[in-house]
Each structure stands twice: as structure tokens, then as C-alpha cells.
């Protein structure tokens, strides 16, 4: 396995140079890559590190338009006396959140997005899985490692919680999906309610890792919100249900689809 670090300002930094960047290529097994994410995580230990997932070129697309949409650059109020010189152009704040240092404005700006959202509106955004997509997510649970398009990126994110570090790579551009502040509350309730830490994103999946099985009833409920979240019809439920537990069960990730 190919590793590089990058820092915050190299070409397609993810983050756009809010952080620094691990590049990984040539991954040669999926424990390989978990081993990485594990010890980076140690080593890194008051900051959280993010991988990139599927489709790298089209996340970063929606991510640069999602930060524009939700007006993260917005520094309205707020101290920017700490920001070095090349944040500004003759006095003016440029707000292009390509330097660390503007990382809390972007956080800043994302509380106020998150602030009245719950996960009963995260379900109303309408999900579905159609047949195939039930297929591609069954595809990528059995082969966790298929879900990434290299070269991965891992960003150093300076946050305390995992699913913090949307704050530096946010996603959820159109209508139809989980926008930005969704996805954040999906990612805290995961964590909150059954220890499964955001450990990825990408243009259309969120990736979790567990530390420790889930319980019996954690396992219940967790099936249960994925059957709110994707609105699975009545007559289907006992079939998907039992599909997840088993599915879910059998592995220490979870890939959650935010698009339609």
C-alpha cells in the first residue's frame, strides 16, 4: 500500500485545504487500509480521520457547491483577527476555506445548519431502495473494499467526534438527497445510539465502522431506522429487516446510501 502525506494544500484536497491529506494507492486488502485508518486514529489522537469513498471526482463536485449553498464561508460576526495574511485581499476576507485556520468558521457556520434538524426529518426526505440498489449496497457490504475509488483520501480532521469531520468535507448537494446538515445527524444518531463511527464518505454512501457488536436491541433498532430512513413498504419489511440484521451482523462496516 501506497501512502503519501500531502498536507492541507495539494491539488483535489477534498477539503479544499481545510486539512491535511493522507493519499493511499495501490491497497492491497481492505484489513490493510482499516489497519491504516486505526493507527492514523491513534496517532492522531484529539483529531478524527476521514476516507474518501465512492466516486472521489464527483464527491468533491457536489462538496465545493454544497459548502457554496449552505453559505459555510459566511464570517458574519465573527473574529477573523487570527487568520493569516493570505485569507484576505486588500482587508477583504476572501472566504475560500483553503487554509486550517478557517476551519472554525466553517464549523461555525454548519452548527447553525444542524441546529433545528432531527432524525424524523432526516427520514421525510423520502429514500428509497429500488432493487438495484438494494443489489449495489448487498455488493458492497460483501466486498467492503470495492466501495473505494482510489487513490483514497484520509483527512486529518480537527474535531472531536467522527461525525465532526463533515464539517470538512460536506456533502449532499441536491434536492432529492440528505443534504449537508442530514447527513450529520444520521452520522451523530449512528454513533450516539449504536457506537458506529463515520469513518467515510463519498459521492453517494456514508461508511461506519463499529469497535464492539452490537446488541441485540441495538441491532433491532438500528434495522429499524434504516427501514424509516429508506421507506420500505409494509409488505416488505419482515424480508428487508431480516436482510439487514443478517447482513449487518456478518461485518464490522456499514455503508449507508444518502442519495435517490
Known amino acids: 500500500m501506497n501512502i503519501k502525506f500531502l498536507g492541507h494544500d495539494e491539488t483535489h484536497n477534498p477539503s479544499g485545504g481545510l486539512c491535511n491529506e493522507y493519499r493511499i494507492d495501490e491497497i492491497d486488502s481492505l484489513d490493510s487500509l482499516i489497519d491504516f485508518y486505526h493507527q492514523k486514529s491513534q496517532e492522531y489522537g484529539n483529531q478524527r480521520i476521514l476516507l474518501t469513498l465512492d466516486d472521489v471526482s464527483q464527491a468533491c463536485y457536489t462538496s465545493g457547491h454544497a459548502r457554496v449553498d449552505c453559505d459555510l464561508a459566511n464570517s458574519d460576526d465573527l473574529d477573523l483577527s487570527g487568520l493569516p495574511p493570505e485569507c484576505f485581499d486588500e482587508g477583504e476576507y476572501l472566504g475560500y476555506l483553503n487554509n486550517p485556520s478557517e476551519m472554525f468558521i ?38 467492503p473494499l470495492s466501495i473505494f475509488d482510489c487513490p483514497v483520501s484520509a483527512l486529518v480532521v480537527p474535531v472531536n467526534h467522527s461525525y465532526e469531520t463533515l464539517y470538512a468535507f460536506p456533502n449532499g448537494y441536491f434536492s432529492c438527497d440528505l443534504s449537508p446538515a442530514e447527513n450529520f445527524i444520521l452520522a451523530k444518531r449512528f454513533q450516539q445510539q449504536y457506537g458506529l463511527e463515520l ?37 416488505e419489511k419482515e424480508k428487508i429487516k431480516a436482510l439487514f440484521s443478517q447482513i449487518i451482523s456478518d461485518g464490522k462496516l456499514l455503508w449507508v446510501k444518502y442519495t435517490d
Open 106 to 143: 466553517c464549523q461555525h457556520n454548519f452548527q447553525r445548519l444542524i441546529k433545528d434538524v432531527t432524525f424524523e426529518q432526516v427520514c421525510e426526505k423520502g429514500l428509497t431502495l429500488t432493487d438495484d440498489y438494494l443489489q449495489e449496497w448487498i455488493d458492497y457490504q460483501k466486498d
Open 199 to 235: 469513518i467515510g464518505i463519498g459521492a453517494s454512501y456514508l461508511g461506519f465502522i463499529r469497535k464492539a457488536p452490537l446488541t441485540e436491541i441495538q441491532l433491532n433498532h438500528l434495522c429499524e431506522d434504516l427501514l424509516l430512513l429508506y421507506h420500505v413498504a409494509d409488505s
